[in-house]
């Protein structure tokens, strides 16, 4: 995809006003500088059906408590349980790196793909992708709150409590679902697919919750700092749902004339081609719409940027944990392995250093 004034939005758009041409070049540099960062991140987790599988093991033995207290005060556990929880303590960091990395390709995507749709005469393409921006602004506006109001803990039980409750609520906003994603696995989709409760997302009763909050909650909440976000973002679904509102957004011209009976007549072309008339109707609406957008991609780079500090924080937390575990199984880390607190260090320079 190309950079820079060449993802200018076509002229039969920018027709809409002034305001659609700031936005046509702000939105141009805007995938510049949200992809100075890189072009691709890599995520390294440790699998997690892993650390379940250890976990179910000693909790039907009795050994440990769902939420991995040990119940059995003399009872030697597995080192590589010990190891597997001591990788796992990272989970909030790694799942707020994923998190960041994710909002900003899917922001870059979305940003091409309104360029794309437009340059192809499709405007309907175009304002799903401007709805989908609001909607993955006001989750990260969301995730980036949350880690603001966390309050820095002061003993090693406080970042256990802080530690697993960010870990939750960055899986949620991270992985979370409506769908049982291990379903589509299954051979006989069909089957599957023709009853809702075949592949619905059920929680476990011994597993973290995923399911997704509603995103309309979270527009609400971006509402209170973008104070058009929510009133644009329903007009968006009149053009993303059948309402009327895709009818009009394909129309290329329209004409009216009165017979010799006096009844006025309209004439109104629609098709694949440029939606002049549209665009010429509605361009306050139009104009609005990409103001918007413009203030969501403005906010959520400022929350990039804010992303940085959060990170180092979050990281804090976790090593509080990690350098407790590490004094725990010393004996089961080489010194000069990746600290488990996922920093990038050596265990010897980071949270196993003397």
């Known amino acids: 995809m190309a950079e820079g004034k060449s993802q200018n939005w076509p002229d039969w758009f920018l027709g809409a006003g002034k305001e659609v041409e700031e ?12 992809l100075k960062t890189g072009e691709e991140y890599v995520h390294i987790y440790p699998l997690q059906n892993q650390l379940l599988h250890y976990q179910d093991q000693l909790v039907q033995k009795g050994i440990i ?13 597995p080192s590589e349980f010990y190891v597997i929880c001591t990788y796992a303590v990272a989970a909030p960091l790694r799942l707020f790196k994923l998190l960041v990395e994710s909002k900003r390709f899917i ?19 175009a304002l799903s992708a401007f709805r989908s921006t609001i909607e993955h602004v006001s989750i990260f506006n969301d995730a980036i709150t949350h880690v603001q ?21 960055l899986a949620e906003l991270t992985l979370g679902t409506r769908i049982d994603w291990n379903k589509f696995a299954n051979q006989d989709l069909e089957a599957i697919l023709s009853n809702r409760k075949n592949y619905t997302y059920k929680n476990a009763a011994d597993r973290m ?13 971006l509402n209170k700092k973008i104070n058009t976000a929510r009133g644009t973002y329903e007009l968006l679904c009149e053009f993303a749902h059948p309402n009327i509102g895709a009818t009009f957004a394909i129309t290329e011209s329209i004409e009216t004339n009165v017979d010799n009976q006096g009844v006025v007549w309209v004439r109104k072309s629609i ?43 979050v ?14 199984t010393k004996d089961l880390f ?3 392995s990746i600290c488990p607190c996922a920093s990038g260090e050596k265990i010897k320079f980071c949270c196993g250093k003397r």
């Open 271 to 313: 098709g694949i081609r440029e939606p002049a008339s549209f665009v010429s109707e509605f361009g306050n609406t139009i104009c609005l719409v990409v103001k918007t957008v413009r203030q969501c991609i403005h906010h959520f780079e400022d929350l990039i940027d804010e992303s940085s500090n959060l990170q180092n924080k």
């Open 334 to 336: 080489d010194t000069y």
């Open 23 to 34: 936005t046509s070049e702000y939105f141009a540099n805007a995938r510049e500088r949200l």
């Open 209 to 221: 919750d995923m399911t997704s909050d509603s995103v309309m909650n979270a527009i609400d909440r």
């Open 65 to 77: 408590n769902l939420e991995g207290q040990i119940l059995k005060r003399h009872t030697e556990l």
């Open 107 to 125: 922001i870059v995507h979305l940003l091409d793909s309104i360029y794309l749709n437009l340059a192809n005469k499709n405007i309907l393409g």
């Open 149 to 169: 109001k966390i309050a820095m803990p002061n003993s090693s039980n406080d970042a256990l409590i802080v530690r697993t409750e960010l870990e939750a609520k």
């Open 315 to 328: 990281q804090t937390i976790v090593q509080i944990g990690c350098r407790e575990l590490l004094t725990n």
